[in-house]
């Protein structure tokens, strides 16, 4: 599993602004790697510890949930383990909304 997850990952992302301006160039850069050290919702890891979790998770249970938490300001990870997510439930919920197979999605 180790192994999986070193070549699915390695050093993990590392984006590298385009921006014609240096100044911004850098200030992109360091917004991004200050927001990778918080990006966890649940404070446990940063972003390059999270990919690392949600590539374990594929290779383990086959598959990763992400959830994307906080819009108002920067936007959190969270990881929710494939076993609290309960495959037999489905349905309608009105408005357009639905649950299938216990992943719940809204109208949009």
């Known amino acids: 599993v180790g192994n999986w997850v070193g070549a699915l990952i ?3 992302i590392m984006p590298t602004a385009k921006h014609p301006d240096a100044a911004t160039r850098n200030a992109l850069g360091e917004f991004f790697h200050g927001w990778a050290e918080d ?12 990919l690392a979790d ?16 906080g819009f108002e ?3 959190r990870v969270r990881l929710i383990p ?4 309960d495959e037999s439930m489905t349905r309608e919920l009105g408005n357009g909304a639905m649950i299938v197979q216990g992943v719940e999605f809204d109208a949009d």
């Open 82 to 85: 494939a076993e609290l997510v």
């Open 39 to 50: 990006a966890d919702a649940d404070g446990r890891t940063d972003l390059w510890g999270l």
């Open 54 to 69: 949600i590539a374990r998770a594929l290779v383990v249970d086959g598959e990763s949930f992400v959830q994307l938490v």
């Open 73 to 75: 300001g920067e936007p």
């Open 10 to 12: 390695g050093a993990g």
